[in-house]
């Protein structure tokens, strides 16, 4: 069973920066293919940025050009660089192997 917490979420201005991290319980070179998902108020869980195999990435058209998602495996760590938020970017982000999910962190951009 994989653990997988969430952090680095909080309040930001728009046109801010934040950079999520997601900490895995196990050797994150087993996880083939990890996913950042947000759900904001009222609306559904939707994907935001997946990687696959370490290093090919898919974006959702909504932060292509804005998010970075990357894998860092020595530190059983995927990590989400999110630039030039704006207020549509409000949510809980959760990171998921599409198996398991971590708690959620909040980001808010005011």
């Known amino acids: 069973h994989v653990q997988l917490v969430e952090s680095g979420g909080g309040l930001v201005q728009a046109g801010g920066s934040l950079n999520l991290s997601c900490a895995a319980t196990?050797?994150?070179?087993?996880?083939?293919?990890m996913g950042w998902f947000r759900q904001a108020p009222g609306k559904e869980r939707e994907g935001v940025a997946h990687i696959y195999k370490r290093d090919r990435t898919y974006y959702a058209d909504s932060v292509e050009g804005r998010f970075t998602i990357s894998q860092d495996n020595a530190k059983n760590t995927v990590y989400l660089q999110m630039n030039s938020l704006k207020s549509d970017d409000t949510a809980v982000y959760f990171c998921s192997d599409f198996n398991n999910w971590g708690p959620g962190t909040q980001v808010t951009v005011s």
């Open positions: 196990v050797n994150s070179n087993n996880l083939n293919c």
